[in-house]
């Protein structure tokens, strides 16, 4: 695959989400404009919508000061093409209220390094945990401004980028994130554990 044909810019930086549209709101996308802003280079990538949510974007955007023709959108693909079309981008946004979970495992997995900002929420601390699994705490970010600041940072350090890529190329195979035989034991231990607690305690009654 090529950055060309999905209209992307070949020298430009490209951060992507790929993530359900409704979990796209106003402070986030503010977040993503103001990054924008301060790398000219880069496009943000997003799965395609109706005509309507595509437009609606695009206006936001304006609004903000910034070219609605920098928002790319995609089409699904096969699930066979998806993985190797995520290694076309070069960092991908969480969202905020509402965070990434198989999308995030998948950047991951493609090499992708993924930047998160935890919520108070389950849905909103998935992709911290995801990228703790994954050895990347340093991407869990407290605030919006140290999400802002990291995703700014990332794109103009290329090398700080290739390292993360690399740490995850690498490391794959060791991640806690994606070992399977591993996360099957722990859950193995601790259901037994939980049925042995259970027998102590009415055996006790």
């Known amino acids: 695959m090529t950055r060309a044909e999905f209209g992307l810019p070949d020298d430009g930086f490209v951060f992507c989400c790929f993530n359900s549209h409704y979990k796209i709101n106003p402070e986030v996308f503010d977040v ?15 799965i395609e919508g109706s005509e309507k949510l595509m437009a609606n974007l695009r206006q936001a955007a304006q609004q903000l000061g910034i070219d609605g023709n920098r928002i790319i959108f ?17 960092l991908f946004l969480d969202t905020f209220i509402y965070n990434a979970g198989s999308t995030a495992i998948s950047a991951l997995w493609a090499g992708v390094p993924v930047l998160t900002r935890p919520g108070n929420t389950y849905a909103s601390r998935m992709g911290a945990s995801i990228c703790a699994a994954a050895d990347l705490t340093s991407l869990i970010c407290p605030t919006n401004a140290d999400y802002e600041k990291t995703a700014i940072y990332l794109a103009n350090h290329p090398k700080s980028l290739a390292y993360r890529r690399r740490h995850l190329s690498q490391n794959r195979s060791k991640l806690p994130l994606f070992d399977v035989p591993g996360f099957v034991q722990n859950l193995e231990t601790a259901l037994r554990q939980m049925w042995e607690n259970y027998q102590r305690s009415f055996s006790s009654r």
Do not use: F, H
Request: glycine share 4%; no cysteine; net charge positive.
């Open 32 to 46: 993503w404009m103001r990054i924008l802003r301060q790398v000219p280079q880069g496009v943000l990538w997003l």
């Open 74 to 90: 995609t089409d699904k693909i096969a699930n066979s093409e998806y993985l190797a079309r995520y290694r076309l981008a070069d």
